[in-house]
């Protein structure tokens, strides 16, 4: 693929990603994807990746649903050893292939759609709850004071010591 510098576009369904799913709320939707196999001009073989969805997720300020848009462009140095890694460019991340330089597509755009999940997903215009809650904000004016739970055991103790 790199030597024919070969492009390949299209859609994956989010259906199709089961590890993803489990982070989802509901199955709808698909990822548009390009991938671009070519050598740079120091002879380094890369994959450029290019990803964009719209994820179904719950708000945990106000459990609505909302799409979170990921948009995702990286340039992944294609290497087959881990040693290989210090010797890519800067701005390259590394992208470790078998020997036989077999490459997963759909577990590469998982992979990168898990990393852009939020770890908290809130909805872009919620509020975040401010509140301050004093200390007493249980108790009620009219209400006594409440003994303290081992008042009946400070006395005891009171009347055993001589």
């Known amino acids: 693929m790199v030597s024919a510098r070969r492009r390949f576009e299209g859609s994956l369904p989010l259906s ?8 989802l709320h509901g199955q709808g939707g698909d990822a548009r994807v390009v991938l671009e196999f070519d050598t740079d001009a120091l002879k380094v073989k890369y994959l450029e990746l290019s990803i964009d969805a ?39 991340e590394p992208l470790l292939v078998g020997e036989d330089g077999a490459l997963r597509p759909l577990e590469l755009v998982e992979d990168e759609l898990i990393l852009a999940l939020p770890v908290i997903p809130t909805k872009p215009g919620s509020e975040a709850v401010d509140a301050e809650w004093p200390a007493d904000a ?12 081992f008042a009946a055991l400070a006395a005891l103790k009171a009347r055993n010591t001589i």
């Open 16 to 23: 199709a990603m089961g590890r993803l799913a489990g982070s």
């Open 54 to 92: 719209e994820l179904p997720l719950q708000c945990q300020r106000t459990l609505e649903l909302f799409g979170f848009p990921v948009v995702i462009r990286q340039r992944l140095g294609l290497i087959t050893r881990e040693a290989d890694e210090a010797s890519l460019p800067e701005g390259y």
């Open 138 to 149: 249980g108790a009620a004016e009219d209400e006594p004071p409440q003994p303290h739970p």
